[in-house]
């Protein structure tokens, strides 16, 4: 660990740090308040300076990413992308087990003063000095009793103060990840050597993780509808509810517009000289009309997914929001999950349309006598069962996409490919995960997609449309 390499005498320290502890004989080192020598006293620097010749693999003068990740795992603080899958399954809040190459890269950039691409020692020392200050700051944030220690009591709280509810379990797995001697507490130096090479640096960057696992359900933990509105409220208040509204309306109506009209003019392409289409030519004109529609907004719905994830304050409006992914993200941001979205899109919009239609005909077929208007409760339960099926088909891959939306979102995180986060989940949560969230999904598209059919079954009559 980092306070091994620390604590370890160094045959050669640079010419700066030797005369720096060769004057500290005759002076006492000052000691902060937690109990440390001060960050740039001398004997501080030697270990330093330790630490640097152990992370600069190359023995080059500089650490670069490579050389960060070489060394820290030879101290046992960097793990590889399969690595961090196997050990962190189910773990996602524990922090420095996380050090993939971005967050190397960040810590290169963060001390990289005079933009080589590397850090020199100074760099280095600036850098960790500047670090270390911030974690105390947070340490003594999270020290809720003020006596040099946390408990699982204290970091349950922590996650309490941000709407996070944690077993005290889960406290403790928290703590046994940066406990040392077994105490199920942490002090000050514990904490300073976890998080030392860890570019977070404030309470919500390190809590972030902690309540990964809480806010994000896993099969070990299960948010409720009703958690999940709370959760949301206490982060930015009742209008947080309706984050990303704004751009899903000026989504859905194009959308809606573009998939109906496709799907008349497909049925009229693809049908027999039957007066009535079969099932199966249904099932493929309302496949390709919702692929049409998707494609043409399919950039809209990646905004709608951003701004409903955005932090309070984290954009001004949809504009910015655009704006910010293209300058950091480029234009192909805008089509993040694109193929599952498609591959859902495919079975969700053909079974949703063939199950509307034919369930709406069979019942004009028995029940009809003077009118071919079935009524807004026949039209509002076809579209009911219709939309069920159709989100059972395709709800996987919807999520699968939701995710990887999701994931681009995070400045430097890891890209994600569709195959990838079907095995990350199922390996993680099982077949089950590929169904997480059904159930508000289903009190949200049920009603909409019914009404919508209502509209739709409305408007031909008002235009004159007639259906096959």
Not at 1 to 12: E, I, K, N, P, T
Not at 42 to 65: A, I, K, M
Not at 418 to 435: D, V
């Amino acid at each position: 660990m980092v306070s091994s390499v620390l604590c370890r005498c160094v045959a050669s320290p640079p010419p700066d740090a030797a005369a720096a502890a060769s004057s500290s004989a005759s002076s006492p080192a000052s000691v902060d308040p937690c109990g440390g020598a001060v960050c740039g006293g001398p004997d501080h620097r030697l270990r330093l300076w330790s630490l640097f010749q152990t992370l600069d693999v190359n023995r080059d003068g500089g650490l670069c990413v490579n050389d960060l990740a070489v060394g820290l795992r030879r101290l046992g603080l960097h793990r590889t992308e399969g690595e961090l899958q196997e050990e962190t399954a189910g773990l996602c809040w524990l922090p420095i087990r996380c050090t993939g190459a971005w967050k190397l890269q960040k810590i290169v950039q963060a001390g990289d003063k005079d933009l080589d691409g590397q850090l020199d020692f100074e760099e280095f020392v600036h850098y960790l000095q500047d670090h270390e200050k911030k974690l105390r700051l947070v340490f003594k944030s999270l020290d809720k009793k003020n006596d040099g220690r946390i408990d699982a009591q204290e970091i349950m709280q922590s996650l309490r103060d941000l709407g996070v509810k944690i077993s005290e379990q889960q406290a403790e797995k928290i703590l046994k990840s940066m406990d040392k001697n077994g105490t199920m507490t942490i002090d000050w130096n514990e904490w300073r050597d976890y998080h030392l090479l860890h570019p977070v640096e404030n309470i919500p960057e390190i809590i972030l993780y902690w309540k990964h696992s809480t806010v994000h359900a896993s099969r070990s933990n299960n948010m409720c509808i009703v958690g999940g509105f709370t959760q949301m409220i206490r982060e930015g208040g009742a209008k947080s509810l309706w984050r990303g509204n704004g751009i899903n309306v000026l989504k859905i109506a194009p959308e809606s517009a573009i998939k109906f009209m496709a799907y008349e003019q497909i049925k009229r392409l693809v049908g027999s000289d039957q007066e009535t289409l079969r099932i199966h030519e249904r099932l493929v004109a309302g496949s390709l009309a919702g692929a049409i529609a998707q494609s043409s907004i399919y950039p809209m719905e990646v905004l709608k997914t951003r701004m409903a994830l955005r932090k309070t304050g984290q954009y001004s409006g949809m504009l910015d929001c655009a704006r910010k992914i293209l300058a950091r993200e480029g234009m192909s941001a805008f089509y993040k999950g694109y193929v599952p979205n498609m591959l859902g899109i495919i079975p969700y919009a053909g079974i949703d349309l063939a199950v509307y239609e034919t369930l709406k005909n069979a019942w004009l077929q028995r029940y009809a006598v003077n009118s071919a208007d079935p009524g807004v409760f026949v039209l509002l339960a076809c579209g009911t069962m219709s939309s069920t099926c159709g989100q059972l088909a395709s709800y996987p891959l919807a999520l699968v996409r939701t995710r990887m939306q999701a994931q681009a979102s995070i400045e430097g995180a890891p890209e994600v490919t569709m195959s990838s986060l079907f095995k990350q989940i199922l390996r993680t949560e099982g077949a089950f995960g590929l169904y997480r969230g059904l159930a508000p999904n289903f009190m949200k598209v049920i009603p909409a997609v019914s009404i919508s059919y209502v509209v739709y079954e409305n408007l031909k009559i008002t235009l004159g449309v007639q259906s096959r």
